[in-house]
């Protein structure tokens, strides 16, 4: 009876190495569940960090004051300005732009045409953004001096190929059926488009909308060439180069200065806190939207 | 009984109100095409204008401006393989890190994690990728930089590793090459992860449960079935993720240690391409200064584009095969 300890049903145990296979299915998920503890570690190690020694500086002066040249005290009030008005401006650009160019190629373009334009966009969306500086430095900087409206410019470069793409696919989830029943009633395209399609599709404009700006709040590179050499003064003269968030980190990170060492990581603990509000924001909208679109 | 279906006398009113309507269409669609047109000829201005910006350094350097190692402005020599080379190599870093990372994130999330543990976790890399380059390079040079110089670089010297001549060396302090690319693969993860994530879950469930009904294990019905079914797509989300290291030049000139010199060791500081453009900002205020750093942004350009169309290219063609079947 000894040699039945094996169970003649069991037909994995005269499998080849099935204890090696074994091993290496319990290596693989070791190694998965590992990989994303490592990747929300480093996450909450840098938002810690930020907090840590960004948090301490945060006070009444830091948001009302800029920083002067020489000294310990003042804050960030006037890249905080200059921040919100560069990229209220790039919104301003950028905004209308995408959504027309979202528009044509859902409502308007044949499928040959809507898939090149999905790969400009996408390519547009992959020119560095220190290459877009370059441009935005190349055609407008160049003899007119840095301001923060070509900044804007800059950035709203940025925002475009986002913004387009996300409203895009999102007129394309909305439903045939709307079009249809608003034509039938003899409304023109233009009509359903402006007052049926669009509202529809709000929600996911607005998340791609919000997305990009967090994105491009925290972009550096295309405001170096464009409005970075600035004083240190609150002012909102678009038509000069106004100090902003991103840069002041910039600076401030590679100065020996502990002072400004530290006022680096408050505003950065400024700028995540606000990029991560934007983002948590999004997730709101994209939910919603989307249960709602697809619900219909 | 003549019926009377149609007022004459109502068409004039009818048809000019109709070409009004009209005339709303025609104007809303044409504006539409505009702005279509505008993105298309944006993206070649950008293209031209680069390469216009950087003609009169290409007629003066020549081609050969791409493989001269030396940074001069001093005896006004100047070439790009430095850069080029800390490019590379620290794209080449994260690359290697980052892929097999962000494959494991994407199977965990969708092969293994349920979704009441996946959902947080994958909102957690999003965020990861929302971090401002900015951000991430003011922790890299003051918290990881250090630390990656005290700790992870001798680390890694006492292991067989350090017997690589690109690993040897006294690792240097303020950056270095291999601090830059550790930056470039946490920016990269979230990308290539999340495209990862979309491809996995595309794969039809139908061909996993084969697999896994043949008696593979989880592992084998993944690297056989769902590697073979997404590898196009994986290859393209790897080419994307390299076109964003490419481009970066704000984290990357914070933590590389901006050295006109190609080191001998990946300890030691070097430069990337996108990192001098940065790090020359203040002294771009006129053309003839900046001629040779707008060659630099011309070549960068060229080789993010090249990649990220030849990614595209890649998701195309993937796409029609998809439907093809």
């Given at each position: 009876m000894s040699e039945l300890s094996v169970d003649p049903y069991d037909i994995t145990v005269k499998s080849n190495g099935l204890r090696r296979r074994r091993i290496v299915e319990k290596v693989f998920g070791v190694l998965a569940i590992g990989s994303a503890l490592l990747a929300c570690g480093i996450l909450l190690v840098v938002l810690g960090t930020l907090v840590y020694k960004g948090f301490s500086s945060l006070n009444v002066d830091f948001f009302t004051k800029a920083r002067p040249l020489f000294g310990e005290n003042g804050g960030v009030a006037d890249a905080l300005v200059g921040s919100a008005l560069v990229v209220g401006m790039a919104m301003l650009m950028a905004i209308p732009v995408s959504v027309l160019v979202a528009i044509y190629m859902s409502e308007y373009a044949g499928p040959k045409v809507s898939r090149g334009l999905k790969i400009v966009l996408d390519v547009l969306n992959g020119v560095p953004a220190i290459v877009v500086g370059i441009f935005v430095f190349g055609i407008?900087?160049?003899?007119h001096g840095q301001s923060a409206v070509y900044g804007a410019f800059a950035l709203a470069i940025l925002m475009l190929p986002m913004v387009a793409r996300a409203t895009q696919e999102i007129l394309e989830i909305v439903p045939r059926s709307l079009r249809d029943a608003s034509f039938a009633l003899g409304v023109t395209k233009w009509r359903t488009t402006w007052s049926i399609v669009l509202p529809a599709a709000i929600g996911g404009i607005l998340t791609g909308v919000v997305i990009a700006v967090a994105r491009v709040a925290g972009e550096t590179a295309p405001l170096?060439?464009?409005?970075?050499?600035?004083?240190?003064e609150i002012s909102t003269d678009v038509s000069h180069a106004l100090p902003t968030l991103p840069v002041t980190i910039f600076v401030f990170s590679e100065s020996p200065d502990p002072g400004e060492q530290s006022a680096a990581w408050a505003a950065a603990l400024v700028l995540i806190a606000f990029v991560l509000v934007m983002n948590v924001l999004a997730k709101l909208f994209a939910g919603r939207k989307r249960r709602q679109l697809e619900g219909s | 009984m003549t019926s009377t279906p149609y007022e004459p006398a109502a068409a004039p009113e009818s048809d000019l109100r109709r070409s009004g309507i009209r005339l709303g269409d025609v104007l809303f669609k044409g504006i539409a095409i505009l702005a279509a047109l505008a993105a298309t000829v944006l993206l070649g201005w950008i293209a031209y204008k680069v390469f216009d910006l950087a003609w009169p350094a290409i007629q003066d350097f020549g081609l050969s401006f791409i493989w001269t190692e030396a940074w001069d402005p001093v005896t006004n020599q100047f070439g790009a393989l430095i850069f080029i080379y800390g490019t590379i190599v620290t794209s080449l870093i994260a690359l290697v890190i980052a892929t097999p990372l962000s494959i494991a994130i994407a199977l965990f999330l969708?092969?293994?994690?349920?979704r009441r543990v996946a959902a947080p976790i994958a909102t957690m890399v999003e965020l990861l990728a929302a971090i401002p380059s900015v951000v991430l390079g003011l922790w890299g040079i003051l918290v990881f930089g250090p630390w990656v110089h005290n700790h992870l670089e001798p680390w890694i010297q006492d292991t067989?590793?350090?017997?690589?001549p690109v690993f040897s060396g006294v690792p240097l302090p303020g950056g270095s090459i291999f601090t830059a690319g550790l930056i470039l693969t946490i920016m990269i993860i979230p990308i290539t992860s999340a495209i990862c994530r979309e491809l996995f879950i595309r794969v039809p469930q139908d061909l996993t449960d084969g697999a896994l009904a043949l008696g593979s294990t989880r592992w084998e019905a993944i690297r056989g079935v769902m590697f073979a079914y997404a590898a196009p797509g994986i290859v393209a989300a790897v080419l994307l993720g390299l076109g964003r290291a490419f481009g970066e030049a704000i984290a990357v000139t914070q933590t590389i240690?901006?050295?006109?010199q190609i080191p001998p060791s990946w300890f030691e500081p070097g430069d990337s391409l996108g990192s001098k453009i940065a790090s020359e900002y203040q002294g771009a205020t006129s053309l003839e200064q900046a001629s040779s750093i707008l060659y630099l942004a011309a070549i960068l350009m060229v080789i993010s584009l090249a990649t990220n169309v030849v990614a595209q290219l890649i998701v195309v063609r993937f796409e029609r095969a998809r439907r093809a079947v």
């Open positions: 407008l900087v160049v003899g170096l060439f464009t409005t970075s050499i600035a004083a240190n | 969708t092969e293994i994690a349920p067989p590793l350090g017997l690589l240690g901006n050295r006109n």
